[in-house]
C-alpha cells in the first residue's frame, strides 16, 4: 500500500493509497527527459503499520514540483531487482531482508538510513536515472500524487467525481 502527497508551492500535502508498482507494467510511449541536477530524492519519514510492516516516506523534486508518497521496503525492493535486470552496470547495495526484528526501532532507523542512501545513489547515476524503469517510477508516483490531490480537493469542497 502506497500514500501519495503533492506539494506544488505552498500547498498542503495530501494522501492516497496507490499503487506505485505500474512502473513495472507497459506504459504509453513517450519522450523521456533527463533530470536536472536540481532536482533530488530523499528518504523523508516513516511510520509502522499495524504492527506488522514499516512505510517509508519519499519526497521527490523534479521540475519544481515537490511530491511524496509512502511505500513499504517490498515495493522498494522490486524496483531494485526490476533495475538490477534491466541495467546492465553495477546498481548501488540494497538494504538487506530482514524476517524477525524489522520493527525494532534501531532497525528502522538504520534501514531508513541505508534506504535514503540507496535511493539518493540511484538518482546521482545518470544512466539509472534516465532509465525507462526509473523514469516510469517517478512518473507514475507523482502521477498518483496529482491524482488523489484532485479527488482530496474534490471531496474537500463536496464536488461530483
Given at each position: 500500500m502506497i500514500s501519495a502527497h503533492l506539494?506544488?508551492?505552498?500547498?498542503?500535502?495530501?494522501?492516497?493509497e496507490a499503487p506505485v508498482l505500474q512502473f513495472l507494467g507497459k506504459s504509453k510511449k513517450r519522450k523521456r527527459r533527463s533530470l536536472d541536477t536540481n532536482?533530488?530524492?530523499?528518504?523523508?519519514?516513516?511510520?509502522?503499520?499495524?504492527?506488522?510492516?514499516?512505510?517509508?516516506?519519499?519526497?521527490?523534486?523534479?521540475?519544481?514540483?515537490?511530491w511524496s508518497f509512502w511505500t513499504r521496503y517490498s515495493m522498494l525492493?522490486?524496483?531494485?531487482?526490476?533495475?538490477?535486470?534491466?541495467?546492465?552496470?553495477?546498481?548501488p547495495t540494497f538494504p538487506e531482508k530482514r524476517l524477525f526484528g524489522n520493527l525494532n526501532?534501531?532497525?528502522i532507523q538504520t534501514r531508513k538510513s541505508?534506504?535514503?542512501?540507496?535511493?539518493q545513489a540511484l538518482f546521482k547515476d545518470p544512466y539509472v536515472r534516465d532509465s525507462k524503469v526509473?523514469?516510469?517510477?517517478?512518473?507514475?508516483?507523482?502521477?498518483?500524487?496529482?491524482?488523489?490531490?484532485?479527488l482530496d480537493s474534490l471531496h474537500r469542497f463536496k464536488l461530483d467525481v
Open positions: 506539494h506544488v508551492g505552498q500547498s498542503q500535502p495530501h494522501t492516497s532536482d533530488w530524492i530523499s528518504l523523508h519519514d516513516h511510520k509502522i503499520k499495524g504492527n506488522s510492516h514499516t512505510q517509508y516516506l519519499i519526497r521527490l523534486k523534479v521540475d519544481n514540483v515537490v525492493s522490486e524496483l531494485h531487482q526490476t533495475l538490477d535486470e534491466v541495467i546492465k552496470s553495477q546498481l526501532p534501531n532497525f541505508q534506504l535514503d542512501i540507496y535511493l526509473f523514469q516510469d517510477f517517478i512518473t507514475n508516483s507523482k502521477q498518483k500524487a496529482f491524482k488523489k490531490a484532485e
